[in-house]
């Protein structure tokens, strides 16, 4: 999916969208920026490679993941309105 487009659907459902630049990158390696919108516990994140959105993740600040037992709790929604519900059920 675009990313201009669920991040306009996202800002126009009311929801506010932050933006984090990843400090270091691997040589060569165009770095990906990560976009994060909360509501209440619920976040929904999701990572731009050029004009693309991928890795759109639904999840809760209450449960956060641990790499170390690949632990990663949340789902990953078919679409931008299972996205945004997500966001409304905060």
């Known amino acids: 999916m675009k990313n201009a487009t669920l991040t306009s659907r996202i ?11 990843p400090r270091t990158h691997a040589e060569g390696v165009t770095p990906s920026n990560l976009h994060r919108a909360v509501s209440g516990d619920a976040v929904v994140t999701w990572y731009e490679q050029g004009a693309s959105a991928v890795c759109l993740h639904c999840g809760r600040i209450s449960q956060p993941g641990d790499s170390m ?13 299972g996205a945004i519900e997500h966001l409304r059920k905060g």
């Open 69 to 81: 037992t690949d632990y990663f709790p949340g789902y990953f929604p078919r679409t931008i309105k």
């Open 11 to 21: 800002k126009k459902a009311g929801f506010e969208i932050e933006i984090e630049t």
